[in-house]
C-alpha cells in the first residue's frame, strides 16, 4: 500500500486518494472490521430514530466497497442503491455485492448527472476529503428530493478546524439541519485514532 504518516493526516491529492484506496481495497472491509468501524450501523440507526423516513431511491456518494450500502439494504431491503466512488477496484467490490442497482467512477464533488431525484443521499466516513464543499453541496442539491435527506458523517476535530458550523450555515437557504449527533467513535481499535479523534453524524434536510 501507499506509504503515508498516518489517515488521521489523510492521503493527499485526488490521485493519491484513488490508488491507495485500490490498493486497500481487497483487504479494506476486514482492516475496518478490526478497527471496530460502525459508522454505516451508527448512521442508519440515527436516520431511523431521527425520521420516518423509507426511501425508495437512494444514492451512496463515496460508496467504496459498499459497507454503507450493504447496511441500508438490512433495514430497507426494497430499496434501489446508486453508488459513486473513485477507486474503480473498489467499485468492482461493491458490484460483487449485488446491492447497488447502477455504480460509477467519480468524485463525490464532481456534478452526479441523473434523470431522477434520491430520497437520500449519503456521504459515510469520506468528509475528510472533501476540497470544495461548495461543489458538493451543489451536487446535493441537484440530485436530491424536496423534503429529501442528506446524511453524513465527519471528524470532529477536522469540523473545528474548519469552522463547518459556519459551512453548514451557507447552505441553510436551501438544506436545513435536522439532527447533529453527539460526537461518538469512529476507528476506536486504529492506534493513531482510538477514542481521541471522533465523528459527528448528521442529517439535514432539504427545503
Excluded at 504518516?5 to 481487497?26: F, I
Excluded at 447533529?180 to 434536510?205: A, G, M, T
Aim: charged share 25%.
Amino acid at each position: 500500500m501507499t506509504n503515508f504518516k498516518s489517515l488521521v493526516s489523510g492521503v493527499g491529492n485526488l490521485s493519491k486518494t484513488t490508488k491507495y484506496y485500490d490498493e486497500w481495497s481487497e483487504n479494506y472491509d476486514a482492516t475496518l472490521k478490526l478497527w471496530n468501524y460502525q459508522a454505516p450501523k451508527k448512521s442508519i440507526r440515527f436516520l431511523k430514530e431521527t425520521t420516518n423516513i423509507k426511501p425508495k431511491i437512494i444514492l451512496d456518494l463515496a460508496c467504496g466497497t459498499g459497507l454503507f450500502g450493504t447496511e441500508l439494504k438490512k433495514v430497507y431491503p426494497k430499496v434501489h442503491i446508486y453508488g459513486s466512488d473513485i477507486s474503480k477496484k473498489s467499485i468492482k467490490i461493491s458490484s460483487g455485492k449485488k446491492i447497488y442497482k447502477k455504480l460509477q467512477i467519480k468524485n463525490f464533488e464532481q456534478l452526479h448527472h441523473y434523470k431522477i431525484k434520491f430520497d437520500l443521499i449519503s456521504l459515510i466516513g469520506s468528509m475528510t476529503y472533501c476540497k470544495n464543499f461548495d461543489k458538493l453541496f451543489l451536487n446535493i442539491n441537484k440530485n436530491i428530493k424536496e423534503n429529501g435527506f442528506f446524511i453524513f458523517t465527519h471528524r470532529v476535530d477536522l469540523w473545528e478546524k474548519q469552522n463547518f458550523s459556519n459551512i453548514l450555515k451557507a447552505v441553510n437557504n436551501s438544506l436545513k439541519i435536522i439532527k447533529i449527533s453527539r460526537p461518538i467513535n469512529y476507528l476506536p481499535l486504529n492506534k493513531d485514532f482510538k477514542k481521541k479523534i471522533k465523528i459527528r453524524i448528521v442529517l439535514l434536510q432539504k427545503y
